[in-house]
């Protein structure tokens, strides 16, 4: 299957899964998650519509955005280093992986210099999983209320990755979770009035469920560009 076909099929399951559970498929964007993918593959998917993509690592997004033709835009989706968060400032259009207020000061200050504002997501980690970064529902609320101090910063929402299960359905309290911890947070007025709050969750695997649950923002890899060889 052609990279064109992939996204041709992702879209016709995200509306019917959106019409079955009472929501607007326009409501949902597709990351398409090309990470140890060529730019190469960027290309085609940016020729069959895809305009917003995701990459989780620095060197290998900048090397790859140099190479392309066209401008899509990038989202952030794996772990910032702070000796990074310079480049990422200047790379994407959103940062959905923010777990930390030192990082959160650190790209307000790489952005007041270039000028920029950026939509940032919190990473949480809804499951509490010891091998997953982000903060604890506690911390996400605290957090919040320091980066509304930094000027050059919009948090729009939260992402997270649940712990990896057997069954796409296990995943399923999660996305609750954090859909239910986002509302808290929207009626405390936390996040910046003059965006939609998102809620990034899912993956290939388990898009579906996040849909039903109240993704805004799902990423996929593997279901679009195929396996990745590393
Ligand atoms: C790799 C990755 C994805 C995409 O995963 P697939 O299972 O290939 O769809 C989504 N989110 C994050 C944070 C990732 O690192």
Redesign the pocket.
């Known amino acids: 299957m052609s990279i064109a076909q992939n996204l041709e099929n992702i879209h016709k399951e995200v509306a019917s899964i959106a019409t079955n559970c009472g929501r607007q498929p326009e409501e949902i964007q597709i990351v398409a ?1 090309s ?1 140890r993918f060529p730019s190469e593959a960027i290309e085609q998917a940016y020729k069959a519509g895809q305009m917003l993509f ?1 990459e ?1 690592y620095i060197q290998e997004a900048e090397k790859k955005i140099a190479e392309l033709d066209n401008k899509p835009l990038f989202h952030f ?2 772990h910032l280093q702070r000796n990074k968060a310079k480049t990422a400032a200047r790379l994407f259009d959103c940062i959905e992986t923010v777990d930390s207020f030192k990082l959160a000061k650190s790209l307000n200050g790489h952005l007041e210099r270039e000028g920029r504002v950026l939509k940032i997501l919190l990473q949480v980690n809804i499951g509490k999983d010891p091998k997953k970064a982000g903060t604890t529902e506690q911390e996400t609320e605290k957090l919040l209320q320091e980066i509304k101090q930094l000027p050059h910063l919009r948090a729009v929402g939260l992402m997270t ?1 649940p712990p990896l299960t057997d069954a796409p359905e296990e995943a399923r309290p999660y996305f609750r979770n954090l859909r239910m911890l986002s509302e808290r947070l929207t009626s405390k007025g936390l996040f910046d009035s003059d965006h939609k709050v998102e809620l990034s969750m899912g ?3 388990d898009y579906p469920i996040a849909i039903e649950e109240g993704a805004t923002i799902i ?5 679009i560009f195929g396996t990745r060889s590393y």
């Open positions: 998650v990470k995701g989780n989706i794996g990755m993956m290939s695997g990423r996929i890899g593997t279901a």
